[in-house]
Structure formats: structure tokens, C-alpha cells
């Protein structure tokens, strides 16, 4: 079974360190039909896989996607 948070990890801007943001599973299930993951904003939102392989979704038209360069299940809390 899959996390029900993620950490995701997004190269930072201009050089600064990487930027972080943290996803919750949504009722939802993406075109390979894993679970939808979305930030509290909902404009982040991700397909996580159960082998946490993430493919990223647009929450709007002419979204820039990028693409993680990690994906960590967070613990419980």
C-alpha cells in the first residue's frame, strides 16, 4: 500500500538549495490508476506509484510541469 504523504523534492531557482512540498493521497486515481497526491493548494498534484515512481500532473491550462528529483513516503504522524 502506498504512503499517505509524500516529500517531494524540486530542483531550487537561480543556483538556491532544492525546493520541498508536501503531497497527501486524494481520493483519486491517476491515468496508470496508482493514487493521486495533491498539496494543500492543489496545485501540486502527482501520481505516485506503489514504487514511488512519480508522474506529475497539470491542476490548470498552460501549467510548466517539472519534475522531481525525488520522492520520499513520509512517517505517520
Do not use: C, K, N, W
Not at 14 to 40: I, L, M, N
Not at 57 to 64: E, K, V
Request: proline letters at 9%; zero cysteines.
Amino acid at each position: 500500500m502506498s504512503a499517505r504523504r509524500y516529500e517531494l523534492t524540486f530542483p531550487g531557482d537561480d543556483g538556491a538549495g532544492p525546493d520541498t512540498v508536501v503531497v497527501e493521497r486524494t481520493e483519486a486515481s491517476g491515468p496508470g490508476g496508482h493514487p493521486v497526491y495533491a498539496d494543500a493548494t492543489g496545485i501540486v498534484r502527482a501520481e505516485i506509484s506503489d514504487r514511488d515512481e512519480v508522474r506529475m500532473l497539470a491542476s490548470g491550462a498552460r501549467q510548466a510541469l517539472a519534475h522531481p528529483t525525488g520522492a520520499r513516503p513520509l512517517p505517520e504522524s
